[in-house]
């Protein structure tokens, strides 16, 4: 394919319908585009997308996901480009801000003018991929981006959800830069609703295995709906397969026929503040460093958002930096700048080379970009190798200065002095024990006792430690072999809850030292009784599980809201902090609530916990009244490996799930691969398809289906057979 640059001019005339001639090329192009490439559908609605060259793949899967839910890639840009509030109105305007703090249009389209020509007419296949779509569905309204632009693809390169732009505080930002106008209102999220953000990845070596092959469990907690799953393949020898992020042209997390690749959250530190000492001289603005003051550079930043009478109204911000970044903040008379990594470029090549690598060492070639700042990954190949990989961006720091609050940024020794060789990184490659898992927590219990020994690496290499669901999973995973991939299944979603096992025998210990003639002693006599027998196992039928859940919710709030100055975690704070008081206080706080909604504290989890997929808006609405589906098992905050981030909704007394499990895949690397895997609810966003929830009962009880990844797995299983828009 012929690399064509295309300019931001362009892109306006082309949005303004100015140009019939550059319609009637583009509209040439984009039939000769789709004569290359072939979407096959299986029978559940998952796009296998061929085509001759790479770009005609990348064309074809970025229609395909156009195709299943154009709102949600659109959505995607909306935010990425910072133009939601084009579409959202005036409270999206924070967001938006704080996007262009770092993305900025004539800096992306020097991106891509001066990205390599391979990356060039991927960039081009992809916007051709969209833009076909929308000439081919006039019936399709875009909110706000009429027309795509390769370059727009460099301002969401990178795939993770949450990235490292949204450590921002809307709410904070708005405070400093929101002076000039009305206050919008945040609303706070209750604690006890935000589930933990973050995924599973476990690889197990062959020895483990009963077939003598490589296994890779896949396992991401993202919003629910978050990603496509799709194969991709090219006769220049791409085939990857896996979730793929809305709009983006590459598989986030997933396999190819040699190698895969599972990304899990990380907790190392990437992400840094500086507290600025900011000095008023000569009516300009300077910042202290070292001995020297530095002038405080500015940008004006114009924000476009939709009035309530539609029309486009703007609001214009001065935006501050110094050599650390963008001022995000005020904090105790200091302006706090924020540094972080932005390279666009880079990600979106990192993003895309590792799924053509074919073995450890290639796919250790790709992360020599260092373009990946916010994932762990766990990796498996068909040679039988393992590894776990740190983040590749982490920056070097003086280990002297606690990195995870403001440092001074007018002392020259917190600056960052470039970053770590991936040497210096947490690492393991086929370690003895025969496994590998992380869930989000620090890299320091990867392999049990073979992992890499905290000692050995700065403390910003990890600012959260162990978690419940990494105390659950190395429990699994010691001493145990003869794997195969209905056992990793098994394993993923294995029902212990091991926060539990180690709270409630604490709360228990509380109403056995109650004095006989505490009406807590009768009050509570059943529902201790209750839990002191659990198995600590969740279940459809278990009622354990629901009083223990809305118990330790309660709890939660309670002592998040309590001061915190030993810096301890939530877990410890609950079992060590909160007191008999607070913990008996919460469980009748818990069984009162089950006693009104549910009419006994007594209620089976599969009555209260459920899956419900009414209409195909981003933000779903859920209704009592409604048919919904149960689900067993839990948020992950206990421990539950599968996790189900649910609570109740305005109107509703049952818990509904937004988060958690979204993509589930287990790989078998053999001589062939093979794979089995879940998309929570289907893979259409369109209420009228089959595939908008057709995987929704499989989905809430781990019922893995098939992955058609070889074409003899597809005989029998196909749908439709088309080129795009053809």
């Known amino acids: 394919m012929r690399v064509k640059q295309r300019t931001f001019a362009a892109a306006i005339t082309l949005s303004l319908g100015l140009a019939t001639t550059a319609h009637a090329d583009d509209e040439a192009r984009w039939r000769s585009e789709a004569q290359a490439v072939t979407i096959t559908r299986d029978d559940w609605g998952i796009a296998h997308v061929h085509g001759k060259t790479d770009a005609d793949a990348v064309f074809g899967m970025a229609y395909a996901q156009a195709e299943d839910d154009f709102n949600r890639v659109e959505t995607n840009y909306l935010n990425s480009l910072g133009r939601l509030a084009e579409a959202e109105g005036e409270s999206a305007i924070w967001s938006d801000l704080r996007q262009k703090l770092f993305i900025d249009p004539a800096e992306l389209q020097r991106q891509y003018a001066k990205s390599p020509a391979w990356l060039q007419a991927l960039m081009n296949a992809w916007a051709d991929g969209l833009n076909d779509y929308l000439a081919k569905h006039p019936q399709v309204h875009p909110r706000v981006i009429q027309h795509f632009e390769p370059w727009m693809a460099l301002s969401f390169s990178e795939g993770s959800i949450g990235g490292d732009i949204e450590r921002v505080s809307i709410k904070e930002l708005q405070a400093f830069y929101g002076h000039d106008g009305e206050a919008v209102a945040i609303v706070e999220t209750p604690s006890s609703w935000a589930e933990p953000s973050g995924s599973n990845g476990i690889a197990i070596a062959p020895k483990l295995t009963t077939n003598g092959h490589a296994l890779l469990l896949i396992n991401p907690h993202t919003s629910f709906y978050f990603r496509s799953e799709l194969q991709m393949s090219s006769d220049a020898g791409l085939d990857a397969y896996g979730a793929v992020t809305w709009g983006q042209f590459f598989i986030y997390q997933g396999f190819n026929p040699h190698i895969g690749w599972m990304h899990t959250s990380t907790t190392a530190d990437a992400v840094d503040e500086f507290a600025e000492t900011i000095v008023h001289k000569d009516n300009k603005l300077f910042y202290r460093y070292g001995s020297e003051l530095r002038p405080v550079s500015t ?374 691969v093979h794979a089995r895997a879940i998309t929570a609810g289907g893979e259409s966003g369109h209420t009228d398809s089959p595939h908008f929830k057709d995987e929704a009962e499989r989905y809430t009880t781990g019922n893995l289906r098939q992955v058609y990844f070889w074409p003899e797995e597809l005989k029998g299983h196909v749908e439709q057979v088309y080129h795009p828009g053809m």
Not at 470 to 476: E, K, N, S, W, Y
Not at 577 to 602: H, I, N, P, T, Y
């Open 299 to 672: 940008r004006r930043i114009t924000v476009p958002y939709r009035k309530t009478d539609g029309s486009i109204a703007e609001r214009t911000f001065t935006a501050y930096f110094t050599h650390h970044g963008p001022i995000v903040r005020e904090k105790d008379g200091k302006w706090i700048a924020i540094a972080l990594m932005n390279k666009p470029l880079e990600a979106l090549e990192q993003s895309w080379l590792r799924t053509k690598a074919t073995d450890y060492a290639g796919y250790m070639k790709v992360a020599e970009l260092q373009a990946n700042s916010s994932n762990n990954t766990i990796f498996a190949d068909d040679k039988g190798e393992i590894a776990y990989l740190h983040p590749q961006f982490i920056p070097k720091r003086n280990d002297r200065f606690d990195y995870t609050k403001p440092v001074d940024g007018s002392d020259p020794a917190t600056d960052w002095k470039g970053l770590h060789a991936l040497n210096e990184l947490p690492h393991l490659l086929n370690p003895a024990n025969g496994w590998i898992m992380n869930t989000n927590d620090w890299p320091y219990s990867a392999a049990g006792p073979y992992s890499p020994k905290r000692e050995n690496y700065p403390r910003y290499m990890d600012t959260v430690g162990e978690n419940p669901r990494g105390v659950h999973a190395t429990m699994l995973l010691t001493g145990k072999q003869g794997f195969t991939m209905e056992s990793l299944i098994s394993t993923a979603f294995d029902s212990y809850l091991p926060e539990f096992a180690r709270q409630l025998p604490i709360l228990v210990h509380d109403y056995d030292a109650l004095p006989a003639s505490d009406p807590l002693k009768q009050k509570l006599a059943g529902q201790i009784a209750m839990l002191r027998n659990w198995d600590y196992r969740w279940g459809i039928a278990s009622m354990p599980t629901t009083l223990a859940v809305f118990w330790g919710d309660i709890l939660w709030d309670k002592m998040d809201k309590a001061d915190n100055a030993e810096g301890l975690s939530m877990y410890d704070r609950m079992a060590e902090k909160a007191g008999a008081k607070a913990r008996l206080e919460a469980l009748v706080e818990a069984s009162d609530r089950l006693q009104k909604d549910f009419g006994s504290w007594g209620t089976p989890w599969g009555e209260v916990n459920r899956f419900q997929r009414l209409t195909s808006d981003i933000v779903q609405p859920f209704n009592d009244s409604k048919p919904s589906i149960p689900v067993p098992f839990t948020s992950s905050r206990w421990g539950s490996l599968a996790s189900f981030g649910a609570h109740r909704w305005p109107g509703t007394k049952r818990y509904y799930g937004t988060s958690g499990n979204s993509f589930v895949a287990v790989v078998e690397f053999g001589d062939k």
